[in-house]
């Protein structure tokens, strides 16, 4: 891989499903940033919004001197005949090559950085057998790694939930001491690495109301979370909990820590999307590379009708350039 000094600006966004509003956030997305955020577009130029000025390139770094005039297109065929809001599955098998083809320009460091827009599950698995659950899970495939974390992160707030997509009656037994801390040592990890955070504060909720009020709603704080912090805390780690998640999320309380680690999903979504719905960023944390995507799905009820809003990808696309700044000036001071 090519040293920092010679890492590319230039991000790769891989289309996500073509029929979905990828195509349009996309097109939207270049025309508002322009070079202030260059990057590649991965995917098949006939699904871009008619009219959009765009430009084959070769590379990802080709992208840069011609983003201000032309969305740059990396061409990658799709041999369905797509329909805005109806996906085909003769394109599943190019949607998913699209993703790998990105994660192999970031890997050989022809690319900063990956975003990528919304796919939609169900059609990769009808189309192309696709075996993992979401984009996240293959990624970490692609990157060779076992775990994953998923941040949401806007500028009013980031949030990690511990579990992610499970029925609530099933939290407390995914809940260990394990993933619980490997959730805080990633995410305290990509803080200094992609965030440039020194050192990190984490605030931690509990899984109960009032954080269990001792013990009186709910033994997992005194049983399982508060050891698993202290034993984290001996090791140098500036942690805050278990907190009432109810008092967690006000401007006050929210300037005194860099991420807040949920127990469940919801728990983690609800306050950004409520603070901060348009400019919410997933970001996966943990991988080998740089990744990022906007908060939303394929959104097939608005595809193709010019309604859909570019603000998270815009916000990915920034973030992303942002994170592959940090890690490559990391890894220069590390040489």
């Given at each position: 891989m090519?040293?920092?000094?010679q ?12 029929a979905?509003v990828g195509?349009e ?13 260059p ?6 130029a006939?699904?871009l ?12 770094q080709?992208?840069?001197?011609i983003?201000?005039?032309a ?20 394109d ?17 460091g022809?690319?900063?950085g990956l ?9 990769l ?23 994953v ?8 707030l ?11 009656a099933?939290v ?7 993933l ?12 200094q ?19 269990g009020?001792?013990g ?17 805390r ?6 805050m ?15 005194n820590?860099d ?47 010019g309604r859909a ?14 994170m592959?700044?940090?890690r ?6 590390d040489?």
């Amino acid at each position: 891989m090519p040293s920092p000094s010679q890492q590319p600006a230039a991000l790769a966004l891989t289309c996500g499903e073509p029929a979905g509003v990828g195509p349009e956030i996309a097109a939207k997305a270049w025309d508002q940033l322009r070079d202030k955020a260059p990057f590649a577009y991965i995917g098949d130029a006939r699904h871009l919004p008619e009219g959009t000025p765009w430009q084959h390139v070769d590379t990802p770094q080709a992208a840069v001197s011609i983003c201000r005039e032309a969305l740059p297109v990396l061409h990658h065929r799709f041999p369905g005949a797509t329909r805005p809001g109806a996906p085909d599955p003769a394109d599943a098998g190019s949607v998913v090559s699209a993703i790998a083809r990105a994660v192999q320009l970031v890997q050989d460091g022809a690319a900063s950085g990956l975003v990528t827009c919304p796919i939609h599950k169900k059609a990769l698995k009808d189309g192309a057998d696709f075996a993992y659950p979401g984009h996240t899970e293959y990624l970490a495939a692609l990157g060779g790694v076992k775990r994953v974390v998923m941040m949401l992160a806007s500028p009013e707030l980031r949030v990690v939930p511990a579990t992610i997509h499970i029925a609530l009656a099933d939290v407390p037994a995914h809940l260990t001491r394990a993933l619980l801390q490997e959730t805080l040592r990633i995410t305290h990890d990509a803080l200094q690495r992609d965030f440039a955070t020194p050192q990190p504060r984490l605030a931690v909720a509990g899984l109960n109301p009032h954080a269990g009020e001792g013990g009186a709603m709910g033994q997992e704080e005194i049983a399982l979370i508060a050891p698993a912090l202290d034993e984290m805390r001996a090791h140098g780690f500036d942690i805050m909990g278990p907190l009432s998640a109810d008092t967690m999320f006000h401007a006050a309380a929210r300037a005194n820590y860099d991420a807040a680690i949920c127990m469940y999903h919801d728990q983690a979504l609800i306050p950004i999307k409520t603070l901060d719905f348009d400019r919410g960023v997933n970001v996966t944390l943990g991988l080998p590379f740089v990744r990022t995507s906007p908060d939303h799905g394929t959104a097939f009820d608005i595809a193709g009708q010019g309604r859909a809003n570019p603000q998270s990808l815009i916000e990915a696309l920034l973030l992303a350039q942002d994170m592959a700044a940090n890690r490559a000036k990391e890894m220069q001071d590390d040489d």
